[in-house]
């Protein structure tokens, strides 16, 4: 009976973190920093060294908040709680967006609204991501890991790409004024973003993180972080990461490039981000698959390998006279990479022990933070300069991610050993 009732336990929390996972990244994804936002943000007469800023900031908060939070966030009894109220306030606000619009409100003080829920969203994020990644190892087994991760990009993806049709028709209306196409767009991504919140109500942990019965000082926190280095998996894994992180920041703009750069027609850019879309869905499948199956190190490989084909098509439309097609396949590598990006966290979660997870992925967002003000300098750049140089540089990070990822470790799929 007892075996049972685990089971069902296992069941029933695989289904909402993977219904809060679902629809919180549907929800990132309509209004994505890549994609709708610098175009929206562009259309609204920000700068695209603003844009790099925004880019900036997400990077430097995902390194800051948790830092800041982490020993709060392991010592506290209920991570699911933290979540819940988290999540509840940064992602509800999101409706604030829309509603700016709806009410037909200046350009500046629509984009100094957006920023400001922004950097709410951005704020509150990392540290929930700090509970969710802790949840995912609580509530999930090892080999269950990796299978929801592709699940949800996958479904996702297809909830997405029935909303990147909308999206579409929304961009390509000619009925509807400019304002009333974004407040469609964010009143959706709002809408997704929210309910996800709901998910976690019935998720069900274990509380007995050991780290929740200490009391911490500034001193012990800072140790408990400098012990993280000496976790060599876990350096390796951050080592290709930060790589693959200064890669990935840099495809931010990548619309911008497609519109500025290539003068690609509205509607071809709409059509390029249900590409992306469907690149998702793929990655999820196949990610998810190789992973599982292979092992979370081949799969970082293999998404690595995929991304360094993003900025060498980019440098190869520039001496195209129809660079659309091969815009589409850098849009759909760039969703097909997106779904692995996932498995840096799920191979640090492999690899560290269960009541030390929180400080190896606050260790890690420190070590990252530095590239995210790469986006900033490449904004400021780009305003006056050619792309070429920033999409080699993309190119050499993308090679050097691959080198390191292939002396990663494989952990194997039955086991915590870690094996050659």
Known sequence: MEAFLKIAKGKKNYYCILGEGLFNQTGSDLMSITSIMPLFLAAYGASLGLIGMLTTLQGVTQAIVPFLSGGFVARAKSKRRISIVGNG?????????????????????????????FVLLVSISPMTGLTWNYLLNDCLSTLDRPKLLGVIFVTSGIVSLGTSNLVKVIRDSKALPENMKYFYIFGLAGLFMATSVLWFLPLRENRCDTAANKVFCVKDYMASLALCFKNKSFNRAVSANAFSYMSMVLNAFLYIYAVNGLKLQSHLISNMIIVQTVGQIAGGVITGKVSARFGVKRMLIMSECAGLFIPLLEILCM??????????????????VRSGMMGYNNYIIEVVERDRIIFHMVTRGL????????????????????????QMLQAAASCTAIFLCMRLKLVSRDSTEITV
């Open 89 to 117: 306030i940064s992602r509800t606000m999101i409706f604030l967006i829309p509603a700016s619009l709806l009410f037909g409100l200046p350009h500046s003080a629509v984009v100094s609204i957006f920023i400001c829920t």
């Open 319 to 336: 001496g195209l006279k129809n660079a659309y097609p091969a815009m589409c396949v850098c849009v759909f590598l760039f969703g097909f």
């Open 367 to 390: 070590v990252l933070m530095p590239v995210s003000f790469l986006s900033t300098a490449a904004g400021i750049y780009i305003q006056g300069h050619s792309m070429a140089p920033l």
